[in-house]
């Protein structure tokens, strides 16, 4: 089972980044967001499609429609700067887990 | 607070086994619902989850490397274990051990994350 996300996103601050994420489940299944700086561990930014754990800033959010998950940051900070990893898990239970393949979030 | 650190080697050689150490504190793996697992990155490269055990001992593993991995958990010491068997170079990678949070039963992610320990496999 896969997890589908672009490479790369660049966005000039201040303005909206969207990370996608694709895969058969997600309408069955919730998605899940870590941002991962350079050396750092992950750090979970989305839970359940579109909860946001405490201490995460407001300007990071999710939604779902379909297959396709995506993961919205308004007005992005140069600190937003880092690796976004989807997680999800497929529909029969045999993947109770899976990552994407990271999307590289650059601000210009 | 919820904390997890990881140890064990930093180079293994080829065919060797790995055996890496989680120990955690701020919670018990003997609650309902808790869960702790490994993932790992290889340099420059994407997370891959590989293992997961819950507080009842029920163990799930990535299908892909199911053969070469072993999970378990010491409750008294807050403790879980992972080995994994004929390490090749192929597995060098930064492995993590996790947190699953307990809120709902039905699904698993992770949080917090330990730091991470980079593992060599070279001869």
């Known amino acids: 089972y896969e997890l589908t996300q672009p490479p790369s996103v660049s966005v000039s601050p201040g303005q909206t980044a969207r990370i996608t994420c694709s895969g058969d489940a997600l309408p069955k299944q919730y998605a899940y967001w870590y941002q991962q700086k350079p050396g750092q561990a992950p750090v979970l930014v989305i839970y359940k499609d579109s909860k946001r754990p405490s201490g995460i800033p407001e300007r990071f959010s999710g939604s779902s429609s379909g297959t396709t998950v995506t993961l919205t940051i308004s007005g992005v900070q140069a600190e937003d700067e880092a690796d976004y990893y989807c997680q999800s898990a497929d529909s029969s239970g045999t993947y109770p887990l899976v990552f994407g393949g990271g999307t590289k979030l650059t601000v210009l | 607070q919820i904390t997890l650190k990881e140890s064990g080697p930093t180079l293994v050689k080829p065919t060797q086994t790995l055996t890496l150490t989680c120990t955690f504190s701020?919670?018990?793996?003997?609650?309902?619902?808790?869960?702790v697992g490994w993932i790992r990155q290889p340099p420059g490269k994407a997370l891959e989850w590989l293992a997961l055990i819950y507080w009842d001992d029920d163990k799930r593993y990535s299908p892909s490397l199911k053969t070469k991995l072993t999970i378990t958990k010491d409750t008294s010491k807050n403790q879980v274990v992972l080995t994994m068997t004929n390490m090749d170079p192929v597995d060098t990678a930064t492995y993590y051990c996790?947190?699953?949070?307990?809120?709902?039963?039905?699904?698993?992610?992770?949080?917090?994350w330990g730091q991470g320990t980079l593992v060599t496999v070279s001869s």
């Open positions: 996790a947190h699953r949070n307990p809120a709902a039963p039905k699904y698993n992610w992770f949080d917090p």
């Open positions: 701020g919670f018990s793996l003997s609650t309902s619902g808790v869960g």
